[in-house]
């Protein structure tokens, strides 16, 4: 079955710095991967997904890259502010597979 | 529309005692799913239902059972609770086949087994 890795586990920032979250999968054959943001006591909620057939995708302060030849995808959070901290979970699923892989997550902290 | 929602929020058990999870959403999604996430941890899938009368098992299925007589409504079960099945429950729903699989979480649920 799928396996997702994500780093770091944790990841301290200071207000305006850049974030980089990094996941790794194993089958080839996965296309869809989607990265949530749980806030503290909150339930996980999208923020932000990337296809199999496109290498990068915006979204104002947010962007995830992907490249399949490695199998790694990638969140880069921008500018970052102190509401930005949360705990970020990669995934990885292929169309009509009925669930999705998530990886262990990356608590993210950001210091004013 | 209400989205996901689960029903108890909190609920504190004594060991052997059995209790049922109810999540519910009004998305007409297909695909439903229970979760289980211990502090500091990731989200570990219990059991999930790619249809009405479908059931599958996921990573840790062991102590629970689940059922999915109506689209809209997944039921997770405990038949005899331990501590170490104390955690947050998450119920997650999204779109079915031949879509790309957005899942929506509900509130979740604070299950405290004594």
């Known amino acids: 079955g799928e396996n997702v890795e994500q780093h770091p586990s944790t990841l301290s920032v200071q207000e305006g710095d850049s974030a980089v979250i990094k996941c790794t999968y194993s089958?080839?054959?996965?296309?869809?991967f989607p990265w949530y943001k749980q806030e503290l006591g909150k339930r996980p909620q999208l923020i932000i997904d990337i296809r199999s057939n496109v290498g990068e995708k915006k979204d104002q302060r947010i962007a995830v890259t992907l490249n399949k030849t490695a199998k790694h995808f990638s969140l880069h959070i921008t500018e970052t502010q102190p509401e930005d901290s949360a705990v970020y979970f990669c995934?990885?699923?292929?169309?009509?597979?009925?669930?999705?892989?998530f990886g262990d997550g990356t608590t993210l902290t950001v210091k004013p | 529309n209400a989205g996901v929602t689960q029903t108890p929020k909190f609920r504190v058990l004594k060991t052997g005692q059995s209790m049922t999870l109810l999540c519910a959403q009004d998305?007409?999604?297909?695909?439903m799913y229970w979760y289980r996430q211990d502090p500091g941890m990731g989200l570990r899938l219990i059991h999930y239902?790619?249809?009405?009368?479908?059931?599958a098992k996921g990573e840790v299925p062991d102590g629970y059972n689940v059922s999915r007589l109506k689209k809209q409504n997944f039921l997770l079960g405990l038949e005899s609770a331990a501590p170490s099945q104390t955690s947050v429950y998450f119920c997650a729903s999204s779109y079915g086949a031949g879509t790309f699989g957005e899942q929506f979480f509900g509130p979740g649920t604070r299950l405290t087994v004594l």
């Open positions: 995934a990885a699923s292929r169309t009509n597979a009925g669930k999705s892989t």
């Open positions: 239902s790619v249809g009405e009368g479908t059931t």
């Open positions: 998305m007409n999604h297909e695909y």
């Open positions: 089958d080839s054959a996965s296309n869809y």
